[in-house]
């Protein structure tokens, strides 16, 4: 059975840090994608960033490039992403998938794609 842990969430003031963990268990997400995404009150849950294990390769949306960072530790079968310069837009919910499109791609940040979620980890950014 595939587990998927989010952890690292928190409330921080604006231009802060947090480092947002995502543990999988039962699988090894070498060859699709992880993603983090996130949800907003009222909004459409979004791609943040992607990676690809087998490769490295990394995706982020327009809104976070150069303030977050995603990374992975396969031989702990866990994700992070490494969340600085915080503003209040980046509140919401932050999810993480796993078994995503092979290789990430183009359809990194397409939510039907994957098959896994964790239930998610809250983040407050406040002025």
């Known amino acids: 059975q595939v587990q998927v842990v989010e952890s690292g969430g928190g409330s921080v003031q604006v231009g802060g840090s947090l480092r947002l963990s995502c543990e999988v268990s039962g699988y090894s997400p070498r060859n699709s994608c992880v993603g983090w995404f996130r949800q907003a009150p009222g909004k459409d849950r979004e791609g943040v960033a992607g990676?690809?294990?087998?490769?490295?390769?990394?995706y982020y949306a327009d809104s976070v490039k150069g303030r977050f960072t995603i990374s992975g530790d396969t031989a702990k079968n866990t994700a992070y992403l490494q969340m600085n310069a915080l503003r209040p837009d980046d509140t919401a919910m932050y999810y993480c998938?796993?078994?995503?499109?092979?290789?990430?791609?183009?359809?990194?940040?397409?939510?039907?794609?994957?098959?896994?979620w964790g239930q998610g980890t809250q983040v407050t950014v406040s002025s």
């Open positions: 998938a796993v078994l995503g499109p092979p290789y990430c791609g183009r359809d990194w940040a397409d939510i039907s794609r994957y098959k896994y």
């Open positions: 990676i690809y294990p087998g490769g490295g390769t990394r």
